[in-house]
């Protein structure tokens, strides 16, 4: 079976050595309760919950899948006493607002949490995973009656939650959607529709699942603008706030799919449902956001567990694995061939997988803090708000590309073994394939991030976070010891800016020079914001050092994947800048009817 350990040291390096997350903490209205003995028992508790109980079902729930019945689905075994033990220690509450039954503590250490629960069973992590979002949406926009109704239950963890946004015709363009929602006379709504890729959409986890739903209104505006949102309940509560009669939702289907065989990605159908208005009519799309906002920033994280996954089982592999003999001569004389760890392609790869998953968890901890800070709303939090707001579509896309990427290299590492299902990395892959693809698609994310965070501010959120980058290297530059990681990065920050002023300029002729930049441009940016955060890294493992630390190996290790980031990963930012500045024309040249010539469909 895989195995799958918490990467404890790593972390306390993100969070305490760069980042100085005890200090972060104490100066939160939410992080009293997180001192550092805290912390580090709600880590080792939450590594322990994920490697003894929910790794061990990530096999046997791939292999299994859910089971559908007359409606009823069914995941597979040992998930929902799982899911039991989950709600028992507390952990669907860890970040929830103490007023509603949750413990208050700062939304980071969910995040942290999550990382970990990706790595070990992702299949298992999304039927908790969207409660978090739902709750967090109700608490923003919800009234204080549907608060009082639904948010104490899916803090404790006994109620699960849902979004529900794509239809059969449309996928991201939601002002197509037909879910229509009639008003009733005790002001409650009818929903009728049907919704796909409904993740835990229906399951026997918990004993109720609350949906958010988007419909129309019978008098709303054409297109997003029209667009309300509603809490629709499998089981409508009751007088006394438990499980009542059955709602008019049911699951139609479960989708035959790719990966993540253990989580029920449902067709929902809503037959006059009853439902009720989140917010303002025909403001759902802004408070679905909140939803979808948390959902791409976790979807970023399960990017991060997969590949930290997949690359700590290339390593045992490559380590153990026997083939040939090193080019420079036989690494271990007594064994038949040398460990396959000693060939330079091999560690190409692990290196690759090592260090996406060491930069990501950089990335992802950066992008936790202005989460808290945000949550807190304290001072500082409109700069960490357009701050996460720029680096959200990185977290997502980026994290989720490279993440495929090192799940394969994993396959890679393994060779035809990796091929075979009993190792468990060929379902890392096709675990990782869906993360590109939901909670908007790379594509999408790309405009979001040079459309509306850089070309429609202005550069404003840019420059905000570029700024910074050069603070610190003006900071580092007489730093002999950084030389190394300083000037690349200035060449490149200042690159960044020409690069979206050029696509600016462009588009005033022609907009479509956007979309033909933009994966591009998200790529680019994610490449440069981890050498950004590795310079940081490298700068914290020099420090360390010079103090002769008893783990010297780590730090020395952490500056030699910083290196090889470096010189292997980065020079990609020379392939991306020459094709966002090759610019649409060769993407528009081809006519439409022109792509089929050679073959007749």
Avoid at 160 to 186: F, N, S, Y
Avoid at 566 to 591: C, D, K, N, Y
């Amino acid at each position: 079976m895989p195995d799958y350990q918490a990467p404890l040291r790593d972390l306390r390096f993100v969070m305490d050595e760069m980042f100085d997350y005890p200090a972060h903490y104490a100066r939160l209205p939410s992080g009293e309760d997180a001192d550092p003995d805290t912390v580090a028992a709600i880590l080792e508790e939450g590594a322990r919950f994920a490697r003894e109980i929910l790794l061990p079902l990530n096999q046997s729930g791939d292999q299994e899948g859910c089971t559908w019945e007359g409606g009823e689905v069914k995941a597979p075994k040992g998930f929902r006493e799982a899911y039991q033990q989950y709600v028992e220690g507390g952990w669907p509450g860890l970040s929830a607002d103490a007023e509603y039954g949750g413990q208050g503590l700062p939304p980071s250490l969910a995040m942290i949490l999550s990382e970990m629960i990706c790595a070990s069973n992702l299949a298992w992590g999304m039927y908790p995973g969207l409660s978090h979002g739902a709750a967090d949406a109700l608490r923003h926009h919800g009234t204080e009656e549907q608060k009082r109704t639904y948010l104490t239950k899916l803090i404790e963890g006994t109620w699960t939650g849902t979004m529900c946004l794509t239809e059969p015709h449309c996928g991201t363009d939601l002002g197509l959607i037909k879910t229509r929602a009639v008003p009733q006379d005790d002001g409650s709504f009818a929903i009728s529709g049907t919704k796909i890729f409904i993740s835990a959409g229906e399951h026997d986890l918990a004993e109720n699942i609350v949906h958010l739903v988007l419909a129309k209104l019978p008098d709303a505006p054409q297109g997003s603008k029209g667009i309300s949102l509603f809490v629709v309940p499998k089981f409508l509560p009751g007088t006394d706030g438990e499980v009542g009669e059955r709602n008019g939702v049911v699951c139609g289907s479960l989708e035959h799919k790719m990966g993540i065989h253990g989580n029920a990605t449902c067709v929902m159908n809503f037959d006059a449902a009853k439902g009720f208005l989140v917010g303002a009519p025909n403001k759902g799309l802004a408070c679905m956001f909140t939803m979808m906002n948390d959902a791409r920033i976790g979807v970023g994280i399960q990017g991060l567990g997969l590949m930290e996954a997949s690359f700590q089982n290339s390593l045992a592999y490559a380590r153990d694995r026997l083939q040939m003999r090193a080019l420079s001569g036989p690494k271990a004389a007594d064994k038949p061939a040398d460990p396959i760890i000693v060939h330079p392609d091999v560690r190409r790869m692990l290196l690759t997988q090592k260090a996406f998953a060491e930069g990501g968890r950089m990335l992802v901890l950066y992008a936790a803090q202005l989460v808290d800070v945000v949550a807190s709303g304290e001072e500082g939090h409109e700069r960490a708000d357009e701050l996460l707001g720029f680096l959200t579509p990185i977290v997502k896309a980026f994290l989720t590309e490279v993440g495929f990427e090192s799940t394969n290299e994993g396959v890679q590492v393994f060779g035809g073994h990796g091929f075979i299902q009993e190792w468990g990395m060929e379902q890392r892959v096709r675990d990782s394939r869906i993360t590109r693809l939901y909670e908007g698609t790379t594509g999408i994310q790309a405009l979001d991030l040079l459309g509306r965070k850089v070309l429609m501010s202005q550069g404003e959120s840019l420059k905000l976070f570029t700024k910074e980058v050069h603070k610190f290297c003006q900071a580092e530059a007489d730093n002999e010891a950084l030389k190394g990681f300083i000037e690349p990065l200035v060449k490149l920050n200042a690159e960044w800016g020409e690069l979206t002023m050029s696509i600016g300029m462009k588009a005033m002729e022609d907009r479509e020079e956007v979309g033909a930049a933009s994966v591009d441009y998200l790529m680019y940016s994610g490449y440069v914001t981890l050498a950004y955060l590795f310079a940081r890294a490298v700068k914290c493992a020099r420090h360390a050092l010079s103090g002769s630390p008893s783990d010297a190996a780590f730090y020395q290790a952490k500056i030699q994947t910083a290196q090889f980031y470096f010189a292997r990963i980065l020079p990609r930012t020379r392939a991306h800048a020459m094709m966002i500045q090759a610019g649409a024309e060769s993407l528009m040249a081809v006519s439409e009817g022109d792509f089929g010539l050679g073959f007749e469909i």
